[in-house]
């Protein structure tokens, strides 16, 4: 693997935890009975960003060197469910979390919590999705090794 | 609505393209990786869904319907894929 791919990938991964985190704080800052905007709003701003770089970082990763590189080698092992289930799976879960992202961003930056409810579950799913997709990312890398 | 709808795409387009192989050439070929293919048109979808919700100002954002929609979808997919390597 190049540098600029090692890089890259670890770039990703980055990105995907700080959404991950700023997805948490975003959830547990609308449980509070008094949620502060501006973290609201910074923080959701975070998420939506920062996933859309984990999206192109590790879509090019993906694109340019997993398939060809990394796939076979787990299908090839004890683990090719790792890929096939796994890997899959995040690939197309991960879809959803931009779009899930940018809604509640959306909505937040409003300044009007009438929804609140609501918006509490979304963003509690929003960010137990992201926690499977980060474990799914840790399981594969593990297959790999 | 405009996202549920999105994911609902990507989660049929997700099993359309792995039971019909068709399909799934069809997004290589067109967008020169499949998953490329499917980034693409969930991003054309929503932008077009969010379009045409300009001329219906007054539907109201289902947050909690969103939220199942994900999770549900989410569980499918798992639950699809799981079947497809298994069986």
Same mark, same amino acid.
């Given at each position: @693997?190049?540098?600029?791919?090692?890089?890259?990938?670890?770039?990703? *991964?980055? %990105?995907?935890?700080?959404?991950? @985190?700023?997805?948490? #704080? #975003?959830? &547990? !800052?609308?449980?509070?009975?008094?949620?502060?905007? &501006?973290?609201? =709003?910074?923080?959701?701003?975070?998420?939506? *960003?920062?996933?859309?770089?984990?999206?192109?970082?590790?879509?090019?990763?993906?694109? #340019?060197?997993?398939? !060809?590189? *990394?796939?076979?080698?787990?299908?090839?092992?004890?683990?090719?469910?790792?890929?096939?289930?796994?890997?899959?799976?995040? !690939?197309?879960? %991960?879809?959803?979390?931009?779009? =899930?992202?940018? +809604?509640?961003?959306? !909505?937040? &930056? /409003?300044?009007?919590?009438?929804?609140?409810? /609501?918006? +509490?579950?979304?963003?509690?799913?929003?960010?137990?999705?992201?926690? $499977?997709?980060?474990?799914? $990312?840790?399981?594969?890398?593990?297959? +790999?090794? | @609505?405009?996202?549920?709808?999105?994911?609902?795409?990507?989660?049929?387009?997700?099993?359309?393209?792995?039971?019909?192989?068709?399909?799934?050439?069809?997004?290589?070929?067109?967008?020169?990786?499949?998953?490329?293919?499917? /980034?693409?048109?969930?991003?054309?979808?929503?932008?077009?869904? /969010?379009? @045409?919700?300009?001329?219906?100002?007054?539907?109201?954002?289902? %947050?909690?319907?969103?939220? $199942? +929609?994900?999770? $549900?979808?989410?569980?499918?997919?798992?639950?699809? %894929?799981?079947?497809?390597?298994?069986?």
């Amino acid at each position: @693997m190049t540098t600029f791919l090692t890089i890259l990938l670890v770039v990703h *991964v980055l %990105f995907g935890v700080i959404g991950t @985190m700023s997805a948490y #704080v #975003v959830w &547990r !800052e609308l449980l509070r009975s008094q949620p502060r905007q &501006r973290w609201l =709003l910074w923080n959701s701003l975070s998420t939506w *960003v920062t996933w859309l770089g984990a999206w192109l970082t590790g879509g090019y990763y993906y694109v #340019v060197y997993y398939g !060809e590189q *990394v796939k076979p080698v787990i299908k090839a092992g004890e683990y090719a469910w790792a890929h096939s289930v796994v890997t899959e799976w995040k !690939e197309h879960i %991960f879809l959803f979390l931009p779009f =899930l992202a940018f +809604v509640l961003w959306l !909505e937040l &930056r /409003s300044g009007q919590l009438a929804r609140r409810q /609501s918006l +509490v579950w979304l963003s509690g799913i929003t960010w137990f999705l992201s926690l $499977g997709v980060t474990a799914a $990312g840790v399981l594969i890398s593990g297959a +790999v090794q | @609505m405009v996202a549920a709808l999105t994911i609902i795409f990507i989660t049929a387009l997700t099993i359309i393209a792995e039971l019909h192989p068709p399909t799934k050439d069809w997004l290589q070929t067109t967008f020169t990786h499949h998953w490329i293919g499917k /980034s693409v048109l969930a991003l054309v979808v929503f932008g077009l869904l /969010s379009a @045409m919700r300009y001329f219906f100002p007054n539907v109201k954002p289902h %947050f909690g319907w969103l939220s $199942g +929609v994900a999770l $549900g979808c989410a569980v499918a997919l798992f639950g699809f %894929f799981l079947y497809e390597y298994y069986f």
